[in-house]
């Protein structure tokens, strides 16, 4: 399975930016079946979980998103969506978006888009 992260960019701290991450052709099934969701790594720290969905629409958010992001898919267009508001300077990092279906052992990893948010 191919996914393919966008909408990274320059952003001013308060801003926000919705990231979007899609599944290739041909993968509807991994897609529909599977949780997704978005990661990130910013400096100094390991990759960390940002947001997660299921394939039944059920969500959850680390801590530190404290309500800024939200995180949707869309089953048709086999895509998620990270929905970024009230941006800080430590938000800045590369967000990996992520498909993962353990009773299926699939785990996928999207290339990775940078998000930078200046203070």
């Known amino acids: 399975v191919q996914l393919q992260a966008s909408g990274g960019g320059l952003v001013q701290a308060g801003g926000s930016l919705r990231l979007s991450c899609a599944a290739a052709?041909?993968?509807?099934?991994?897609?529909?079946?599977?949780?997704v969701g978005w990661y990130r790594q910013v400096p100094g720290k390991q990759r960390e979980l940002v947001a997660n969905?299921?394939?039944?629409?059920?969500?959850e958010y680390a801590d530190f998103v404290e309500g800024r992001f939200t995180i949707s898919r869309d089953n048709y267009k086999n895509t998620v969506y990270l929905q970024m508001n009230a941006l800080k300077s430590e938000d800045t990092g590369i967000y990996y978006c992520?498909?993962?279906?353990?009773?299926?052992?699939?785990?996928?990893w999207g290339q990775g888009t940078l998000v930078t948010v200046s203070s």
């Open positions: 969905i299921t394939n039944f629409g059920r969500a």
């Open positions: 992520n498909l993962r279906n353990p009773m299926a052992n699939w785990d996928y």
């Open positions: 052709s041909g993968s509807g099934f991994h897609f529909s079946v599977s949780a």
